[in-house]
């Protein structure tokens, strides 16, 4: 093998400016009185990409590592630093410093930046609002004649199996996504299960001897487990997380669980209601990794855990189902991202769950990251029907699944980009464990504990993918010699081949998760295979920026990975409006009709609207606004949240609106329906029964809108011989408003198989005589906490000879929601911020101007953003409230000077 020569010289520079600051350290801690010494982690500016801590190059990483950060670590020991690691994967180290050394170190030319070692948030998320869990005996699953697990696949109208003793599989996600066969379509388990692919998530803690992680033959699905919490493995841990991270992946199958046993009694199951829970990549092995105690998640212990997975461990795949805010952070997002883009060049495919804050402008920054896979949460509503959740008994018994989950975060990043794909991720069944004092969130909906979860979110989603990318490693390995795929080609595998949902691009990414599809083409690349088919998408998403109306070309690059030629038509996709309408309903905690909250037993209340979707609408929107509120009364406080539930014409389930703000009311909700059935729908609006729910109007908007041909491809179709790659050339037109919005280009196979790449337009504000204008509305989100309601970014070109800029917005009202302007430089810096209110935040409703303002003094030619931030909650009297926003050039004062 031949071995590429290590340059040396990376790490001696890196140590020679080591040493200039590290006299003044001695002083500075000397000099810092009664200073409380605080985490951080430093980041050095050479990461040594000549060395990347793949198997090959490890040593010598570690090697050159060591050497950059000796002397800053002996002097921060010196200086009286405490707890100092240095890292591996990302070339920094973590101590605990006073003020005046962390400032000593980020001057320091060696040093990139100071992060504080401050928590982060999981996207664990489920709100089915339960008394939580239930402690039942396991049995063994029975299987099928060929050693296959009975199972029944779903859209069947079952929510319990015929026969107890053949119990259905859960989660659905896996009939979805095809990972699974069922009688009528063939799954990736027949190609793939993750044999031989070493995957790990970050979370909190598990039981790794769980029985359903123990295989038939006694060997255990979780080989390693490791604690960077602090807390110990054998601590107490919410456990909710890990167990669905873990149970998405690696779950056996092989054991049955009884939902009668689980759901609360408002929602009665017959006995023997059973299922069993099984991964997507059930051959894998799994490291577990707690970064999560019971009181923090920080930095260092993510950074920790990265290292671990990436150094001692050996991965192949890498989960994180836990986000970052996408406001302007204090560098917590930029280590995390660095440490990931670091694993990624080891040859680490990094999975990550994009929020559950709403589609509008909420993803998390570590998502923001075109080396991870971003990953946003569709629907699969079969477990909202088997425990009661969301008002489900009001239907007819029948379920849609693959629309998007009003949990998932969507939008565009201030890097200008979306979700990559969706998996299912609105409800499913996961793993938990029985002793409820060590694994405290695992409860049934009557409190007691429980082998078995629901669990959802992106947070479920992200896993599910994670598995999905160990099976198409082992595919791709099976028929090339063993070798394994880049992170980059897993991750076009599995974009490449998604299947199309008719959403946006800014909700669904390239579609839906197929596994089938992703590991035939895995299989079939540069070697293509008889029984493979897909034409894969291997350019992944685009970002196109431009001036308003101007044209764009961008290429999309194909493969047949299948053993015969197919022929691939080339379209585009936009929406356009046909209709609308608003109304406001009475809804009446007090008097509107009652019924049985299905996962808690409480009294709700719910008020029934009826509205027509016309023929030929390819998507229908729902959106509610309220003013919701808290309310308290002695010790006792109640939010006064509303819900919503949408029935197709026949009374079929479709989708449901997520509140997520805990005790903060979003007082705003939105639900996106692809290809809706003509006829009449009916919106459930329900709140709780009497003082604890909402009395008054819910604002409703219904809207309807047709897909369109967004511009021309050319050529529309080409006809691709077996293993042939082309480039395919699409014009696009920008928008005609300034701001950001999404394209699909539309890909179908001669097989039939329709996959999409989501188009990013960032169009530019036009400036005129150094003034540009731009406008556009705020609307709301789900109130997640930790998340803003909405992002908004618009983005500006700067001449040269320009000495001041300011960006004023303007609400036609007072919005009494705070917003934050955030305004960034050409080089990514945060150049300035402002926001509109002028009382604390504490204060409800907030004391809000009508405006907000930013400016700087230094305005660097290049592209600059202003990214308004809605932070929670909406105040609910209005569906939206427009803005218009100008740029202005010119200083305050009139410099004209070289604008």
């Known amino acids: 093998m031949i071995r590429r020569q290590v340059p040396r010289s990376t790490a001696a520079v890196a140590a020679a400016a080591a040493l200039i600051m590290l006299t003044p350290l001695v002083r500075l801690f000397a000099a810092a009185g009664g200073d409380a010494p605080a985490p951080v982690v430093v980041v050095l500016r050479d990461q040594l990409p000549d060395v990347p801590a793949d198997s090959e190059h490890l040593a010598e990483r570690k090697r050159q590592v060591a050497s950059a950060q000796a002397p800053l670590m002996a002097e921060v020991k010196d200086a009286g630093g405490a707890d100092i690691r240095g890292f591996v994967v990302g070339n920094a180290f973590s101590a605990t410093v006073s003020p005046a050394v962390r400032d000593a170190l980020a001057a320091n030319p060696a040093v990139a930046s100071v992060v504080p070692d401050r928590t982060v948030a999981e996207s664990s998320t489920w709100s089915g609002d339960p008394v939580r869990a239930g402690n039942r005996l396991l049995t063994a699953a029975p299987t099928d004649a060929d050693g296959r697990a009975a199972h029944g696949g779903p859209g069947n109208g079952s929510v319990c199996p015929s026969d107890p003793s053949r119990p259905l599989l859960e989660p659905e996600a896996l009939a979805l996504t095809h990972s699974v ?106 490291v577990a990794l707690k970064a999560a105690g019971v009181r923090s998640f920080t930095n260092t212990a993510i950074l920790r855990s990265i290292d671990y997975a990436v150094t001692v461990a050996h991965v192949d795949v890498l989960n994180e189902s836990f986000g970052i805010d996408t406001t302007a952070d204090n560098g917590a997002s930029e280590a995390v991202s660095l440490f990931n883009d670091q694993a990624a060049a080891a040859g680490v495919t990094i999975t990550v769950s994009s929020g559950d804050a709403g589609g509008n402008g909420t993803i998390s920054t570590l998502a923001d990251d075109s080396g991870v896979i971003s990953v946003g949460a569709s629907s699969g509503n079969r477990a909202h029907l088997q425990t009661g959740y969301a008002a489900s008994q009001l239907s007819n018994g029948g379920w849609s699944d693959n629309r998007i989950s009003a949990i998932s975060s969507g939008g565009i990043t201030r890097g200008g980009r979306t979700v990559d794909l969706v998996a299912p991720g609105e409800a499913g069944w996961a793993l938990c464990g029985l002793d409820a004092h060590l694994y405290t969130g695992c409860l049934d909906y009557k409190g007691k504990s429980s082998p078995i979860q629901v669990f959802g979110g992106t947070s479920q989603a992200a896993p599910l993918v994670a598995g999905a990318a160990a099976d198409v490693v082992e595919a791709y390995r099976d028929s090339h010699r063993g070798a394994s795929p880049t992170p980059s080609l897993v991750k076009a595998f599995l974009t490449g081949t998604a299947a199309d949902l008719g959403l946006p691009a800014q909700e ?92 808690t037993g409480a009294t709700w209340v719910h008020h029934d609207v009826t509205f027509s979707v016309p023929a030929g609408t390819d998507r229908l929107t729902a959106s509610l606004a309220w003013t919701g509120g808290v309310r308290t009364l002695g010790s006792v406080t109640t939010v006064r949240i509303v819900r919503m539930t949408l029935l197709d014409p026949a009374g079929t389930l479709e989708a449901v609106t997520r509140p997520q703000g805990g005790q903060t009311s979003p007082n705003f909700g939105t639900l996106d329906i692809p290809h809706p059935a003509a006829g009449t729908w009916k919106a459930i609006l329900y709140t709780p029964a009497g003082d604890s729910g909402f009395t008054g109007p819910v604002r409703l908007e219904t809207s309807f809108q047709k897909a369109v041909s967004a511009t021309t491809a050319t050529p529309r179709a080409v006809t691709l011989a077996p293993g042939q790659h082309k480039t395919l050339p699409v014009r696009m037109t920008m928008s005609t408003s300034s701001g950001d919005s999404t394209r699909s280009v539309i890909l179908t196979s001669s097989d039939g198989r329709t996959t999409s790449v989501p188009v990013v337009m960032r169009t530019l504000v036009h400036i005129d005589g150094g003034t540009g204008m731009f406008s556009g509305s705020i609307s709301g989100g789900n109130a997640r906490p930790g998340s803003p309601e909405q992002t908004l970014t618009y983005s500006f070109r700067v001449p040269k000879g320009c000495r001041e ?89 009139g410099n004209q000077r070289g604008c």
């Open 508 to 599: 669904q990414g390239a579609g839906l998760l197929d596994v089938r599809a992703a590991v035939e083409a895995a299989r079939g690349y540069r070697a293509p295979a008889h029984d493979s088919s897909p034409v894969a998408v291997m350019s992944g998403q685009v970002k196109i920026t431009g001036a308003p109306g101007s044209s764009r070309t961008t290429d999309i690059d194909v493969t047949n990975t299948s053993s015969r030629s197919q022929t691939v038509e080339v379209g585009t996709r936009a929406f356009a409006p046909l209709g609308s309408s608003r109304r406001n309903v009475p809804l009446n905690s007090e008097t509107d009709p009652a019924f049985t909250y299905g996962t």
């Open 181 to 286: 066969s069922t009688p009528d379509t063939p799954g990736a388990d027949r190609i793939a299960t993750g044999k031989g692919v070493r995957i790990a998530y970050i979370a909190d803690g598990l039981d790794p001897v769980h029985p359903d992680f123990v295989r038939s033959d006694g060997s255990h699905a979780i080989v390693d487990h490791k604690d960077f919490s602090g807390d110990g493995w054998d601590a107490p841990s919410g456990a909710v997380e890990a167990f669905g991270d873990a149970s998405a992946m690696v779950a056996q199958g092989r054991q049955s669980y009884d939902l009668s046993q689980f759901v609360n009694p408002g929602h009665a199951l017959p006995a023997g209601c059973t299922i069993r829970v099984q991964g997507i990549a059930p051959g894998a092995s799994l």
């Open 805 to 893: 800029l300011s960006v004023d917005v303007l609400f036609d009202d007072n919005p009494h929601v705070v917003v934050r302007a955030v305004l960034t430089a050409p080089s990514g810096t945060t150049a300035g911020t402002g926001r509109n209110a002028i009382s604390p935040t504490g204060d409800d409703p907030p004391l809000t101007a009508a405006g907000v303002s930013v400016s700087t003094t230094t305005s660097a030619p290049g592209t600059w953003l202003i990214t308004l931030v809605v932070v929670n909650p909406v105040d609910g009297t209005e569906l939206s409230r427009p803005f218009t926003g100008t740029v202005d050039l010119h200083a305050k004062a």
